[in-house]
């Protein structure tokens, strides 16, 4: 077994591509997000891959995508956060641990630590609980909770039972009431685009619609855009993604974002016309439709992903806890961790 830094690794190659599909990860880690990731947006945040990967005589079992780059002042080593992805993960092969307990001369916490190279501090973030121990066998710090948590709701057919039982009441009927007074009252479509030209410009008008509405925004970022844009248009080839728009009478009146993964949407972005369409609560309306499509596709989560908007809970999610790893590797790093601490392991960009 020998660890390695790879950072030129072909994510879209045949190699990645078959660790991914029998490894237990998650939809940011899929080849299409890290493949983009490292094209578009690490360059543009001033931050260099780090990729360690994990061989058996050859094979490829295993990948922990990385990133290294300068803040404030020291020289920080990450997961692939930089604010987009929501699921930190290493992608291992599910045999991986018994190879390793077959292995007993092999060290991989001591392995995967020489293979990051020096450094000040390493920062894993966010963690699912389903994760940690993944993390445990690379990492010899404890897990950090994170003062945020993420929502998902399971979804059991059919739609109307699911609904009464897991939609706060209040808000299902305002929802299916001001659903049925737009429809009546105006030409609205809900469309899952496949078209590149209409992905891309959908993405371009969820920029404009969220605009001055979310404080450091980062999809406000050309180079972000371009990421997302870029995402969005490649998974729609192959499912790992879907852009929906729905319009009014012909004119856009929203437009959402999300990943796909192993039988759960995992909504990302939304944008929405709140000024010609608010009385409608077109937000609400986009998710209670997706989340009725998704179903009878045979869809078995909803994931809101993290944050802890009060509007996820009338739907019926459930909390899930969010954990961090933050661990210094200087005599520079340690005196870093206590002047910046906070700053380091709260949960935005910092």
């Known amino acids: 077994m020998k660890l390695a830094q790879e950072n030129q690794l072909d994510f879209a190659g045949p190699d990645f591509s078959g660790l991914f599909a029998c490894a237990?990860?998650?939809?940011?880690?899929?080849?299409?997000?890290?493949?983009?990731?490292?094209?578009y947006l690490a360059p543009s945040q001033g931050a260099e891959?780090?990729?360690?990967?994990?061989?058996d005589g050859g094979e490829l079992v295993?990948?922990?995508?990385?990133?290294?780059?300068?803040?404030?002042?020291?020289?920080?080593v990450e997961s692939t956060d930089l604010g987009v992805s929501d699921y930190s993960a290493p992608v291992l092969r599910d045999d991986l641990a018994q190879r390793l307990e077959s292995d007993t001369g092999f060290d991989l916490k001591r392995g995967f630590l020489d293979a990051l190279g020096s450094h000040d501090i390493l920062r894993i973030r966010p963690v699912r609980d389903e994760h940690r121990s993944e993390w445990g066998l690379l990492l010899n710090t404890e897990a950090m909770k994170q003062d945020f948590s993420a929502h998902c709701v399971a979804l059991t057919p059919p739609f109307d039972d699911w609904r009464k039982e897991n939609l706060d009441e209040k808000l299902a009927g305002m929802v299916a009431r001001k659903g049925r007074r737009w429809k009546k009252q105006h030409d609205v479509k809900l469309e899952c685009l496949a078209d590149a030209d209409d992905i891309t410009a959908a993405i371009s008008k969820l920029v404009d619609l969220r605009a001055g509405r979310f404080e450091g925004d980062p999809i406000q970022q050309d180079e972000?855009?371009?990421?997302?844009?870029?995402?969005?248009?490649?998974?729609?080839?192959?499912?790992?993604?879907?852009t929906w728009r729905v319009s009014s009478d012909g004119l856009d009146a929203g437009v959402l974002f999300g990943l796909t993964y192993q039988g759960r949407f995992l909504y990302l972005l939304i944008g929405v016309d709140y000024d010609a369409h608010g009385r409608h609560s077109p937000g609400l309306q986009m998710y209670d439709w997706i989340i009725e499509d998704w179903m009878a596709r045979g869809g078995t989560g909803f994931d809101f992903t993290i944050g802890d908007e009060p509007f996820k809970q009338q739907f019926g999610t459930q909390a899930e806890p969010m954990y961090g790893?933050?661990?210094?590797?200087?005599?520079?790093?340690?005196?870093?961790?206590?002047l910046f601490a906070k700053r380091l392991g709260r949960g935005s960009d910092g």
């Open 325 to 338: 790893y933050l661990a210094a590797n200087s005599s520079l790093g340690k005196l870093g961790l206590k």
């Open 224 to 242: 972000v855009k371009q990421f997302y844009q870029s995402v969005a248009v490649r998974g729609a080839t192959c499912g790992d993604c879907e």
């Open 24 to 39: 237990r990860a998650t939809a940011f880690q899929s080849p299409i997000w890290l493949d983009c990731f490292y094209r």
């Open 49 to 55: 891959p780090l990729i360690v990967t994990v061989r």
């Open 62 to 76: 295993g990948v922990i995508p990385m990133i290294r780059r300068r803040k404030a002042g020291l020289r920080l």
